[in-house]
């Protein structure tokens, strides 16, 4: 069974960035679509970011296009979530896992706070 921990959250000031980590056991992780996914306060986890499984594509919500950047490094097993230009509509607790509808267990997340 994979496990999945994120870590690099933190509280910034609006226009501040961050740089989010997964990091992942398992050699299977260098061949899955991954995402990361936001959960803000009494809302949905939503999906913010995703990548192929070699790194080559990558998809972003609109609300995060422009100012996020995913990408991963399969040697490593870790995923990374570069967050630039941060506004306070990001806060939420950021998780890593697959993008697709075969997730694995869910880790602890990261908490990214945003203030104005």
């Known amino acids: 069974q994979v496990q999945l921990v994120e870590s690099g959250g933190g509280l910034v000031q609006a226009g501040g960035s961050l740089r989010l980590s997964c990091a992942a056991s398992?050699?299977?992780?260098?061949?899955?679509?991954m995402g990361w996914y936001r959960q803000a306060p009494g809302q949905q986890r939503e999906l913010v970011a995703a990548?192929?499984?070699?790194?080559?594509?990558?998809n972003y919500a609109d609300s995060v296009k422009g100012r996020f950047t995913i990408s991963r490094d399969n040697a490593k097993n870790i995923m990374y979530l570069q967050m630039n230009s941060l506004k306070p509509e990001d806060t939420g607790l950021y998780y890593c896992?697959?993008?697709?509808?075969?997730?694995?267990?869910w880790g602890q997340g990261t908490q990214v706070t945003v203030s104005s």
């Open positions: 990548i192929s499984p070699a790194g080559t594509s990558t």
């Open positions: 398992g050699s299977i992780f260098r061949f899955k679509p």
């Open positions: 896992n697959q993008d697709s509808r075969s997730a694995w267990p």
